[in-house]
C-alpha cells in the first residue's frame, strides 16, 4: 500500500499525465480506482475571503487540484457592496446570478464601455483584461457565480484598482489625474477587494468620461429567460454559448435540471474541461479516467466539480428533491459525445460482439441518444 499512498499525493496534473499503468480485469479495478484524484470540493463549506462589503469563496487549483483548466468563485454582495475596479491578466470571467440584482460596468480596449443591470438567471461575460466593477442594487444580498477560464486565475491574475494606485507614487499620479498630491494620502494603501458603498440609484448614472464609447457586443445574457435547448421526461437544459452570446467566446455554460432519480447519461466532451456547481439538491458523479481507472463522488448543494477534458462521466440526482447543476466549459463551442448515441451509431452486430452479447440484447438498447433519463429507467 505504501506504492499506492504515493500515487494518491500526487497533484491531478501529474497523475493525469503520467499515464499509470493499469492491469486489465475486474478483480484490479477497486485498488486502481484511488488513482483518480478527487474532482469535488465542498466550497461553500468554506470561510472564504470576507471583506466590509461582502465575500468570496474560490475553487481553483490550489483547492482542488484536478481543476487546470478552470476555476470558480461564489461571490455574495452586501446591499451596496461592490466588487472594486479590477481586472484579470490571464482569465476571462462568466457569471451566472443566482440572487438579487447587480450593475456591472466594463471598459474594453479603445475605451469601448458598457454598463448592465442583472437579475437572477442572467449571464455576464469579461473578456480577458477588461477593466471591471460589480455593484449590489439591491436592499437584500446578492450571490452570483464565476467561472474563469484558467484553473489558476485567482494566484496569478486579479488586478485590483486600489492595490495598484496605492503603489504608484504619488506625483505620478497627481500628474495623470489633476489631483493635488496631498490628496492621494486619502486614498486606501491596499487592496479593498469588495467595498462598502452606496446602493446605486435605479437608473444608471451617466459615465464621467465623456469619451466613452459604448461596445458593440453585450454583455449580458438573460439565461433562464429562454426556453430550454431540450427538454426529457428526467429534467431539462439551457445552455449558451458563443452562438447565442458572441462575446463569450471561451466560457459555454449550461444549467441542467434533473428530476429526483434521473441521470444525465455517461458522455465526454472531446475539446473541453467541465467546472460545476451544484445550485440546489444532491447528486452523484461518476469519473472514468481509462485503464480501469473509476471514482464517484456525493455532491451536495453549494459543492464544486471539475470533470477534464475527454474524461468519461454522468450526473445522477440521487436526492428527493429536483437538482439544479451550473456547468461551464472552457470553450466557446459546446461538444459532447453520449454513450448511447455512440452505441447507436454501430450495428447491432458490432455492438453484440463487443460486450460478447446476443443480438437480441443488444437490439434492446436506445436507438437515439437519451441524454437524460427518468428515474422510472424508461429513457425517452
Given at each position: 500500500m505504501s506504492e499506492l499512498t504515493r500515487r494518491q499525493a500526487m497533484t491531478a496534473a501529474t497523475a493525469i499525465a503520467s499515464g499509470l499503468a493499469a492491469s486489465s480485469g475486474h478483480a484490479a479495478a477497486a485498488e486502481k480506482a484511488d488513482e483518480l484524484p478527487t474532482f469535488r470540493y465542498p466550497m461553500e463549506e468554506?470561510?472564504?475571503?470576507?471583506?466590509?462589503?461582502?465575500?468570496?469563496?474560490?475553487?481553483?487549483?490550489?483547492q482542488l487540484p484536478i481543476s487546470t483548466g478552470l476555476a470558480g468563485v461564489s461571490m455574495r454582495l452586501k446591499p451596496g457592496g461592490m466588487r472594486e475596479l479590477h481586472w484579470h491578466a490571464n482569465a476571462a470571467e462568466w457569471a451566472f446570478v443566482l440572487k438579487g440584482r447587480v450593475r456591472t460596468t466594463v471598459i474594453g480596449p479603445d475605451s469601448l464601455a458598457e454598463t448592465n443591470d442583472f437579475d437572477p438567471g442572467d449571464v455576464w461575460y469579461f473578456p480577458r483584461g477588461h477593466?471591471?466593477?460589480?455593484?449590489?442594487?439591491?436592499?437584500?444580498?446578492?450571490?452570483?457565480?464565476?467561472?474563469?477560464?484558467?484553473?489558476a486565475f485567482s494566484e496569478h491574475g486579479t488586478f485590483s484598482i486600489t492595490d495598484w494606485v496605492?503603489?504608484?507614487?504619488?506625483?505620478?499620479?497627481?500628474?495623470?489625474?489633476?489631483?493635488?498630491?496631498?490628496?492621494?494620502?486619502?486614498?486606501?494603501?491596499?487592496?479593498?477587494?469588495?467595498?462598502?458603498?452606496?446602493?446605486?440609484?435605479?437608473?444608471?448614472?451617466?459615465?464621467?468620461q465623456k469619451l466613452v464609447r459604448t461596445a458593440p457586443q453585450t454583455h449580458r445574457f438573460p439565461l433562464m429567460a429562454q426556453q430550454p435547448h431540450a427538454r426529457f421526461a428526467g429534467g431539462e437544459e439551457r445552455r449558451v454559448s458563443a452562438k447565442e452570446f458572441p462575446i463569450s467566446k471561451t466560457i459555454t455554460g449550461v444549467i441542467l435540471d434533473l428530476k429526483p432519480g434521473a441521470v444525465r447519461e455517461p458522455h465526454w466532451h472531446p475539446h473541453a474541461n467541465e467546472w460545476l456547481y451544484l445550485v440546489s439538491g444532491k447528486i452523484r458523479m461518476g469519473l472514468f479516467g481509462s485503464h480501469g481507472r473509476y471514482r464517484s463522488e456525493d455532491f451536495n448543494t453549494g459543492d464544486a466539480g471539475y470533470i477534464p477534458q475527454g474524461f468519461g462521466h454522468y450526473i445522477e440526482n440521487v436526492g428527493d428533491t429536483p437538482a439544479r447543476i451550473l456547468v461551464t466549459f472552457d470553450k466557446g463551442e459546446y461538444e459532447e459525445i453520449s454513450l448511447s448515441a455512440w452505441l447507436a451509431a454501430n450495428?447491432?452486430?458490432?455492438?453484440?460482439?463487443?460486450?460478447?452479447i446476443s443480438d437480441a440484447l443488444a437490439g434492446k438498447m436506445p436507438d437515439h441518444r437519451v441524454f437524460v433519463a427518468p428515474g422510472d429507467g424508461a429513457a425517452k
Amino acid at each position: 500500500m505504501s506504492e499506492l499512498t504515493r500515487r494518491q499525493a500526487m497533484t491531478a496534473a501529474t497523475a493525469i499525465a503520467s499515464g499509470l499503468a493499469a492491469s486489465s480485469g475486474h478483480a484490479a479495478a477497486a485498488e486502481k480506482a484511488d488513482e483518480l484524484p478527487t474532482f469535488r470540493y465542498p466550497m461553500e463549506e468554506q470561510k472564504g475571503k470576507v471583506s466590509e462589503g461582502g465575500s468570496a469563496k474560490e475553487a481553483t487549483v490550489k483547492q482542488l487540484p484536478i481543476s487546470t483548466g478552470l476555476a470558480g468563485v461564489s461571490m455574495r454582495l452586501k446591499p451596496g457592496g461592490m466588487r472594486e475596479l479590477h481586472w484579470h491578466a490571464n482569465a476571462a470571467e462568466w457569471a451566472f446570478v443566482l440572487k438579487g440584482r447587480v450593475r456591472t460596468t466594463v471598459i474594453g480596449p479603445d475605451s469601448l464601455a458598457e454598463t448592465n443591470d442583472f437579475d437572477p438567471g442572467d449571464v455576464w461575460y469579461f473578456p480577458r483584461g477588461h477593466g471591471h466593477a460589480v455593484q449590489n442594487l439591491s436592499h437584500e444580498e446578492a450571490h452570483f457565480i464565476l467561472v474563469f477560464d484558467n484553473g489558476a486565475f485567482s494566484e496569478h491574475g486579479t488586478f485590483s484598482i486600489t492595490d495598484w494606485v496605492g503603489l504608484t507614487p504619488g506625483p505620478v499620479l497627481a500628474k495623470v489625474l489633476g489631483l493635488p498630491q496631498a490628496a492621494f494620502a486619502k486614498f486606501p494603501t491596499d487592496e479593498l477587494y469588495i467595498v462598502q458603498g452606496r446602493i446605486p440609484p435605479e437608473n444608471p448614472e451617466p459615465n464621467h468620461q465623456k469619451l466613452v464609447r459604448t461596445a458593440p457586443q453585450t454583455h449580458r445574457f438573460p439565461l433562464m429567460a429562454q426556453q430550454p435547448h431540450a427538454r426529457f421526461a428526467g429534467g431539462e437544459e439551457r445552455r449558451v454559448s458563443a452562438k447565442e452570446f458572441p462575446i463569450s467566446k471561451t466560457i459555454t455554460g449550461v444549467i441542467l435540471d434533473l428530476k429526483p432519480g434521473a441521470v444525465r447519461e455517461p458522455h465526454w466532451h472531446p475539446h473541453a474541461n467541465e467546472w460545476l456547481y451544484l445550485v440546489s439538491g444532491k447528486i452523484r458523479m461518476g469519473l472514468f479516467g481509462s485503464h480501469g481507472r473509476y471514482r464517484s463522488e456525493d455532491f451536495n448543494t453549494g459543492d464544486a466539480g471539475y470533470i477534464p477534458q475527454g474524461f468519461g462521466h454522468y450526473i445522477e440526482n440521487v436526492g428527493d428533491t429536483p437538482a439544479r447543476i451550473l456547468v461551464t466549459f472552457d470553450k466557446g463551442e459546446y461538444e459532447e459525445i453520449s454513450l448511447s448515441a455512440w452505441l447507436a451509431a454501430n450495428p447491432v452486430a458490432l455492438v453484440a460482439d463487443n460486450f460478447k452479447i446476443s443480438d437480441a440484447l443488444a437490439g434492446k438498447m436506445p436507438d437515439h441518444r437519451v441524454f437524460v433519463a427518468p428515474g422510472d429507467g424508461a429513457a425517452k
